[in-house]
C-alpha cells in the first residue's frame, strides 16, 4: 500500500527521491508516514537540539559532519533499493555517489574541518550553478516569480561558495550556525503540521510562497554582496611586506649588524627623525636571522641621546603583523609615553621581532627569540651614522613586550655584554606564559592570544603540533585567526570566531601545562637573575594579564633572591595601564630618568 513521508519529515535532500519512487512494476513506492503526534514529538526534538547546537558552534560543527554523512548515506541507499523499471546509469550513479561520499564524510571529512570548508563552498558554487540554469530554462513550469528568486538565490550561493575559499573559519561557522536554525525551523514546521488539520497545513503551506522566496533570496544576495565587499576591503586594506625586509644573499653571521635603513615618517611625533632599520640577529633556535624595527632620535639634543629600547605588545603572529608595516606603528604596539619621551631627549629603538616582517616564524611569547631581537637591535641602531645614540639603555616593555623585556635583561648578560643597559620595564607583562595560556579560555577574546601562542611553538618546538593540541573542529578557526594580525580589517572575521566560541568547549585538545606545551611553555617563563633594576608594572583591573598570576611570578622571583620593584594601578585594565592618563606614566618617566641619572633603585621585595 503506497505511503509517504509527511511533507518536511524526510531527512534533508530526500523530498524528490523519497516520497515518490518508482517500483519494479512502475507503481510509485512511498515511505511510511508519522501519526500526528509523532511530527509534534520530532517537531520539539528538532527545535530542542538546535536551539543547543545554534550557541555551540563546534558541537554543532560534529554534529553537521554526522548529519552530512548519514542524510548522503541514507539518500543514496534509498536510490539503489527503488525499484529499476524507471531507472537509468546517471540516477544509479548518483545515488552510488552519495553513498560513497556519505561514508567518506563519517569516517574523514567530519573529522577534517579544513576541507569540510572546502566541501561546503564547492556545494554551494554547485548548487547555484544548477539553480541558475534551472532558473533560466524555466523548468518545471516555475512562475517568472520563482525563476527570478531562484536565479537571485543562485547568485547569493555562488559568491558564499567563492567566499568560502577566503574565509574558511567563516564558513565552517555559518554551515553550522545554518545548520542548527534549519533545525529549528524544521522542527516548527512539524509542530504546526501535528498540530493543525490536514488540509490547512497544505493550504498555509501554498500562501505567498513565491513573493516568500523572492523576498527570501534578495535578503541572501544582499547579505552575499556585503560579505562580498567587506572581504574585499579586508583583502586590499591588508599590510603588506615589501623589499626592505628581504634577507641579503651576503648575510653575515654576526648578530646585531645593521643590514639597510631608510627614512621613516609615519606617525613620528614632531621633533623627531626616524629611520626604519633592517639588522641581524638569532633566532629562538639559535640560527641566524633577521629583524626590522624603527629608530627615532630627538632632534634638539646636544649630544648623543640615551636610548629607550622599545618591545612592543601582541600585534600578531603572522608575518604581515610587524609594527613598521601597519599604518599605526606605535599605536599597535601600544607604545606609551611617545612624545613625552622625545620631550626628555631620549631616542627610540623598537624593534619588530624576528618573523614579523621578515622571513621566519615569529616566536610568540618565546623568551630567546624575542630578547635577542630587542638587543641586536640597540647594536644595529649605534651603527647608523645619521643617529647619534648614547650608550646607556633602559628597555620597555608592555604584555608580550613585558615578556620580551625581562627576557632581554635575562639574557644580556651573556648574549650583549657589550652594551649598557641600566634598567629595564615590564608593563603588565605576559611574564608567567603557563599561567596566561592556562587562563586564556577563560578570557573574553582570549582565544585570539590562544591561536597564536599555539602556532608560534608549533612552529618552533617539534613536538607541539595543530593537530595534536586542539580539538578537531577548532583546528580551522585556530588556523585562520593565527594568520590575522590585530590592527588589519580582517580581524573582524576573527573576532566573530572569537564571539561563536566564548559560549562553547575550550579550544585545547591538551590542557596548556601538561605535555609538550606545558613543557615549552615553563622554559619561556623568565626567572633571572635580572643584573639591572627590574620595575614590573600591573593592572589590578587587568582581566587578561590576572593580577594574581602576576603577584605571585614577583613572590617567586623575591624568593629566588630577586629584587623587583612592583607597582599596581587600580582601576586600569590590560590597556589603559600606559594611556596617557594612567598613573603609570609620570612613573614611569620618572624611573627611567633615575635610571639614567644612576640614582639607586628601590628593593621592590623589602
Known amino acids: 500500500m503506497p505511503t509517504r513521508w509527511p511533507r518536511g519529515a524526510a531527512p534533508a535532500g530526500t523530498d524528490a527521491m523519497a516520497s515518490a519512487t518508482p517500483g519494479q512494476h512502475g507503481h510509485v513506492t512511498r515511505l511510511p508516514s508519522l501519526p500526528r503526534w509523532g511530527l509534534v514529538l520530532v517537531g520539539v526534538l528538532a527545535v530542542g537540539v538546535g536551539v543547543v547546537l545554534a550557541t555551540r558552534p563546534l558541537t554543532s560543527l560534529q554534529a553537521l559532519g554526522l548529519y552530512l554523512g548519514l542524510a548522503l548515506v541514507l539518500l543514496g541507499g534509498l536510490g539503489l533499493i527503488r525499484g529499476r523499471s524507471e531507472w537509468d546509469a546517471l540516477d544509479t550513479a548518483r545515488a552510488t555517489g552519495a553513498v560513497v561520499l556519505g561514508v567518506l564524510v563519517l569516517l574523514w571529512l567530519r573529522h577534517d574541518f579544513d576541507l569540510l570548508a572546502l566541501a561546503v563552498g564547492a556545494a554551494l558554487v554547485i548548487s547555484g550553478l544548477r539553480r541558475l540554469w534551472m532558473a533560466a530554462r524555466g523548468v518545471s513550469g516555475a512562475g517568472a516569480v520563482d525563476r527570478l528568486a531562484s536565479g537571485l538565490l543562485a547568485g547569493a550561493e555562488i559568491l558564499v561558495g567563492l567566499l568560502a575559499l577566503r574565509w574558511p573559519d567563516l564558513t565552517l561557522l555559518a554551515a553550522a550556525v545554518i545548520f542548527a536554525v534549519r533545525l529549528v525551523v524544521h522542527g516548527v514546521r512539524l509542530i504546526g503540521r501535528g498540530l493543525a488539520k490536514p488540509q490547512r497545513a497544505e493550504v498555509r503551506a501554498g500562501q505567498h510562497r513565491a513573493w516568500l522566496r523572492l523576498t527570501g533570496s534578495v535578503l541572501a544576495l544582499l547579505l552575499a554582496l556585503g560579505a562580498g565587499v567587506l572581504g574585499y576591503q579586508a583583502r586590499t586594506h ?30 613620528v611625533p614632531a621633533g623627531a627623525t626616524g629611520w626604519r632599520i633592517l639588522y641581524t640577529t638569532t633566532a629562538a633556535d639559535g640560527l641566524p636571522a633577521t629583524a626590522s624595527g624603527l629608530v627615532l632620535t630627538p632632534d634638539d639634543v646636544d649630544g648623543p641621546a640615551p636610548v629607550i629600547a622599545w618591545a612592543h605588545g601582541t600585534t600578531g603572529w603572522a608575518t604581515q603583523c610587524a609594527p613598521t608595516l601597519l599604518t599605526h606603528p606605535f599605536e599597535a604596539g601600544a607604545m606609551p609615553a611617545l612624545e613625552p619621551l622625545v620631550a626628555q631627549g631620549w631616542a627610540l629603538v623598537a624593534t619588530d621581532y624576528t618573523g614579523l616582517g621578515t622571513p621566519g616564524p615569529h616566536p610568540y611569547l618565546i623568551g630567546a627569540g624575542e630578547g635577542h631581537s630587542v638587543l641586536d637591535g640597540i647594536r644595529a641602531a649605534q651603527q647608523l651614522t645619521d643617529a647619534d645614540l648614547a650608550s646607556e639603555t633602559v628597555v620597555w ?106 559560549r562553547d ?98 628593593d621592590g621585595c623589602g
Open 238 to 267: 591588508a599590510p603588506a611586506v615589501d623589499a626592505f625586509y628581504a634577507t641579503p644573499d651576503d648575510l653575515p653571521a654576526e648578530p646585531g649588524v645593521l643590514l639597510r635603513s631608510e627614512p621613516f615618517t609615519r606617525d
Open 397 to 502: 616593555g608592555h604584555s608580550q613586550g613585558g615578556h620580551a623585556a625581562l627576557w632581554t635583561g635575562q639574557l644580556a648578560p651573556d648574549y650583549a655584554p657589550d652594551l649598557d643597559l641600566l634598567g629595564i620595564v615590564a608593563m603588565a607583562p605576559a611574564a608567567d606564559v603557563t599561567a596566561l595560556a592556562q587562563s586564556l579560555p577563560t578570557v573574553s577574546g582570549g582565544e585570539l592570544f590562544s591561536s597564536y601562542v599555539i602556532a608560534a611553538y608549533a612552529a618552533h618546538y617539534p613536538g607541539v603540533t595543530l593537530e595534536e593540541q586542539v580539538i578537531p573542529p577548532a583546528r580551522t578557526l585556530v588556523r585562520e585567526m593565527s594568520g590575522r594580525c590585530l590592527a588589519e580589517p580582517s580581524i573582524l572575521a576573527s573576532l566573530v570566531s572569537v564571539l561563536s566560541l566564548a
Open 505 to 602: 568547549q575550550s579550544v585545547y585538545a591538551i590542557p596548556p601545562t601538561e605535555g609538550a606545551l606545558g613543557e615549552a611553555l615553563a622554559e619561556n617563563i623568565p626567572t633571572g637573575p635580572f643584573p639591572v633594576p627590574l620595575l614590573i608594572a600591573q593592572g589590578e583591573a587587568d582581566t587578561l594579564i590576572q593580577p594574581t598570576d602576576q603577584q605571585a611570578y614577583v613572590d617567586r622571583l623575591c624568593a629566588a633572591g630577586q629584587s623587583p620593584e612592583y607597582r599596581i594601578y587600580p582601576g586600569r585594565d590590560h590597556l589603559s595601564v600606559v594611556e596617557p592618563e594612567s598613573a603609570l606614566i609620570d612613573d614611569l618617566l620618572a624611573w627611567t630618568t633615575n635610571r639614567f641619572a644612576g640614582a639607586p633603585a628601590e
